[in-house]
């Protein structure tokens, strides 16, 4: 039953013959004395959940009126309990997700408590799109026959998710083979705005991928979110976070001619990230943003995490709502979507001057150039024109410029491998038309096949040793690129369709030939990836390419021909055409008109209907064809190298064991410098049969060819905890240099006082065996990349005590006190170097033995091999009362659980 809280309670007008209910802002304003008009578009969506969703428990009529009076400038103390819509996951996150779902089943049943109450009490969708893996390509039969061995993979994967289905009440799955997650989001699970009881209210989330915040071009509150978090979210925990700061960017002028929506949001990154956002909502408005379609506001939004903001939000106007009648919503559903925001008078792009931002920052779209982003970090934008000067610049440069230290005279030299091919540096390898930031986008996707159709009809050609793929973000995208007659042309050149799923920008490109592979160790070639993806971190891509760049799809095709980026696209030629006659960029880049006239062939709300209709009605005979799959509230969990039971609730009780606070005696596990990410901590990629995590898969009988991924095996915590800290390219710098002064790669480190050089497993459990507890030191911008739970439920089981840093990426820092690790930062100018930190001392944390409080302060002593100790004072990164609650618990799954458990009946009483 609806409660009229702070005299809020209204009706409005749904449609011309209905009427609902909602919590009305403008009422709120009006009982507040506060003028809501103001407030940040993303602040009132946040503010409508905490009003609606007040109960004086969780949540309290303080939080409302704390929000309500929002300032750009006020101190950040102030604690948002944010209860979501709705809850979307990926398959990476969302198997280990549902394997703690099923083990507090477990926990429940073994306590004589009813299973059932573990439950998620919100919309939660899993959308399968991690899974596949390019291994056929150029050819018309690469989709059927990369599905076929995703399927055989996965099939012990699947039969769980299945299992899960028919569990949970409100665990939905979208199978394998309709799209990336954020696209599928996007395109159908989002409708605008939601219904319960007779109460009308905003769409919002929270989901299990970084990239969640594509939603944010449609006026969808939403950010990416651990799985550890998302999971307390789906069992009734409000997401907490501390009221944040707005950033509004004000954005003027139009696009120029030739100018793409890839273009822009390269260049925004860059902007941003100087502008020092992270943590912060960024909130788009200015006649600019009018003239953007939510297509390219959802390309814009996707990157957050890439600028470091929160969430890139956008307001919706009609725009907005031509997007969702082109894409087969309901009428119903539009009425509801655009009379509800109008209610709460929130309907349209602000104009300057309208709304009190924390700070603003402006860009006149008519600047924006041609660029690519690369090679190692989504930042670092460079305009097409001085691709090639900037790649021959790093090839030299030392590997702290984003260089690859090498010898400027090598550049030019020429290798052949075993099957004949040419090899030189600079080289494109991988071409991928690729992920969600883009293939959302028809904008790009059409003028990708446009630039291919006047490539063959110029005679350009791909040179077969390419890796060549198109895994669109929907099967959608490939109706209307059939319909406008370009996916042949797409295919002539290689471009065929592989998947559809986030494919090549996680790491499942598949491998390159084996010939390949020889020549690049053997010669140490410094060869390319171009995709149209979002992450181009260190050994993402595929572990051989150290280059990999970012790019629109149609420079995706553009840099497939010309095969090299140590060609200037700006004044050289692509490539040959017929007769040997020089075709330049110019010649086979679409015009904005040319692509316009096909746009009619994209937003047929017919085929969107159609497509997604399959979901429940016609979901594929593979997804139909699994066999074997568990019945029953309870998981019994059969033997299995890709599930097991998670070790999180091992000797679970109702009363916390108290938290190590006070820490003594402590190795270094680790010690690194700046910008590791996720993709360095978190398993991710192909198993390297003499890494931990091969050497175990061979002894529990997979053969090497069945060893599929991490991220396919992160249901099963043996796998993962073996493959933490395991990246290739991961420098610990407590090993020493080699002679040339270069860093040894790979995850391995010393034991300690031995200094015996170990894989950082072994070292680990040595070190947990003798009781010693560890920790892991490091820069700026720990923890950056996807929201991996891996990255942190993996450090745990290493048993990592505590992680010092100059500064903490936003998820993985919360990740780290979910999981009951403490991250602390240095103070000021203090950092390892300054501190002569080498990883062959032992270490206390002092000062957290009492009554811990937010970010209070620590002391970490220093104890040198040479009897010498230093004291130093550290900043506790846990930042809400909420979170100290998380820890003293031993993580926030423990926490929920005993709350659950708490107000269970048992199953006597429940039967």
């Not at 040179?463 to 002539?492: D, W």
């Not at 206390?844 to 302060?857: A, F, M, S, V």
Request: aromatic share 8%.
């Amino acid at each position: 039953m609806s409660r009229n809280i702070l005299k809020t309670l209204k009706d409005f007008k749904v449609s011309s013959s209905r009427k609902g209910k909602f919590y009305s802002l403008p009422a709120l304003g009006k009982t507040l004395g506060v003028d809501i008009s103001r407030l940040p578009v993303s602040i009132r969506i946040v503010l409508e959940s905490v009003l609606r969703n007040c109960d004086g428990k969780k949540v309290t009529e303080e939080h409302v009126r704390q929000l309500a009076n929002w300032a750009p400038n006020a101190p950040r103390t102030d604690e948002i309990p944010f209860v979501v819509a709705r809850v979307v996951l990926q398959d990476f996150t969302g198997v280990p997700l549902l394997a703690d779902l099923a083990a507090m089943r477990g926990v429940a049943a073994a306590a004589g408590k009813n299973p059932k109450n573990i439950e998620p009490l919100v919309p939660v969708d899993l959308v399968v799109d991690h899974s596949v893996q390019i291994d056929h390509y150029g050819t018309k039969k690469a989709l059927d026959l990369n599905m076929k061995l995703e399927f055989q993979r996965n099939n012990e994967r699947y039969q769980f998710m299945k299992w899960g289905m028919q569990a949970f009440d409100t665990f939905g799955v979208v199978p394998p083979g309709f799209g990336i997650v954020h696209q599928v989001n996007l395109e159908y699970l989002a409708r605008g705005v939601h219904k319960k009881d007779d109460v009308y209210y905003f769409d919002s989330l929270v989901g299990t991928d970084s990239h969640t915040t594509m939603i944010n071009g449609v006026g969808v509150v939403a950010w990416g979110v651990g799985g550890i978090e998302a999971e307390a979210g789906m069992l009734g925990q409000p997401v907490y976070f501390l009221t944040p700061d707005v950033v509004g960017v004000n954005l003027t002028g139009r696009l120029r001619e030739g100018v793409t929506a890839t273009d822009l949001v390269l260049t925004i990154t860059e902007m941003l990230r100087k502008e020092k956002v992270v943590g912060k909502f960024v909130e788009f408005f200015g006649e600019g943003t009018e003239f953007l379609s939510p297509t390219d506001r959802a390309t814009i939004g996707n990157m957050a995490p890439e600028y470091g903001a929160t969430m890139g939000f956008f307001p919706i106007d009609a725009s907005t709502i031509d997007y969702f009648r082109g894409t087969g919503r309901s009428k119903s559903e539009i009425d509801a979507f655009e009379n509800y925001f109008r209610a709460q008078k929130m309907f349209g792009v602000p104009k300057e001057g309208e709304i009190d931002y924390s700070s603003v920052v402006s860009l006149d779209l008519g600047t924006v150039a041609p660029s690519l982003a690369g090679p190692k970090r989504p930042q670092d934008r460079i305009e097409i024109g001085n691709v090639k000067s900037n790649f021959a610049t790093l090839f030299s440069s030392p590997a702290s410029e984003n260089g690859f230290n090498k010898k400027a005279e090598d550049l030019p030299a020429v290798y052949e491998t075993t099957d004949g091919v040419k090899l030189r540096n600079g080289d494109v390898l991988i071409a991928s038309i690729t992920s969600c930031t883009n293939t959302s986008n028809p904008s790009v996707l059409l003028a990708a096949g446009l630039l291919a159709k006047k490539a063959v009809e110029a005679g350009l050609k791909v040179s077969p040793h390419i890796k060549t793929s198109l895994a669109p973000g929907s099967r959608v995208v490939t109706k209307y690129l059939e319909a406008a007659g370009l996916l042949p042309y797409l295919e002539k050149l290689g471009f065929a369709v592989t998947s559809y799923g986030c494919s090549t920008c996680i790491g499942n490109a598949g491998d390159l030939t084996s010939e390949l592979n020889e020549a690049i160790v053997k010669n140490d070639v410094v060869a390319a990836a171009v995709l149209s993806g979002n992450r181009n971190f260190e050994a993402r891509i595929h572990p051989n390419l150290r280059a990999n760049f970012l790019a629109s799809p149609p420079l995706v095709v553009a840099y497939a021909i010309a095969g090299t980026m140590l060609k200037d696209l700006m004044t050289e030629p692509v490539g040959k055409g017929k007769g040997g006659r020089d075709i330049f960029l110019g010649d086979i880049w679409p015009t904005t008109k040319e692509i316009n006239k096909l746009m009619r062939f994209a937003m047929n709300a017919k085929v969107f209907k159609e497509n997604y209709a399959e979901v429940k009605d016609n979901p594929g005979k593979l997804w139909q064809g699994i066999k074997g799959v568990a019945t029953g509230e309870v998981y019994n969990w059969p033997k299995s190298t890709y599930i097991a039971e998670p070790p999180f609730f091992q000797d679970f009780s109702m009363q916390p064991a108290a938290a190590a606070t006070g820490i003594s005696g402590a190795r270094a596990l680790g010690v690194f410098g700046d910008s590791i990410t996720t993709d360095h901590i978190s398993p991710a990629g192909s198993i390297k049969e003499s890494s931990p995590a091969g050497v175990w898969l061979k002894a529990n009988g997979v053969l090497k060819a069945d060893f599929n991924s991490y991220g396919s095996r992160r249901g099963n915590h043996e796998v993962m905890m073996r493959g933490t800290f395991a990246n290739v390219r991961i420098k610990n710098l407590m090993v020493p240099a080699k002679p040339d002064g270069s860093r040894v790669e790979g995850g391995i480190t010393l034991y300690q006082p031995e200094g015996t050089e170990m894989s950082i497993y072994d070292a680990a459990m040595k070190y947990i065996d003798s009781g010693v507890p560890t920790m892991i030191f490091a820069g700026e911008e720990y923890g950056t990349g996807s929201s991996r739970d891996w990255a942190a439920k993996g450090t745990q089981l290493l048993g990592v005590k505590a992680v010092f840093a100059r500064s903490f990426e936003r998820i993985h820092r919360s990740n780290l006190v979910g999981m009951g690790v403490l991250p602390l930062q240095f103070i000021g100018d203090d950092s390892v170097d300054s501190l002569g930190i080498t990883g062959n001392e032992t270490y206390d944390l002092k000062g957290l033995e009492n009554e811990i409080t937010p970010q209070q302060r620590a002391t970490l002593v220093i104890h040198r091999a040479d009897g010498s100790t230093r004291e130093v004072q550290v900043l506790l990164r846990i930042d809400t009362p909420i979170e100290v609650d998380y820890y003293r618990h031993g993580g926030i799954l423990p926490f929920v659980l005993r709350q659950l458990l708490a107000d269970a009946p048992d199953a006597a009483r429940a039967a």
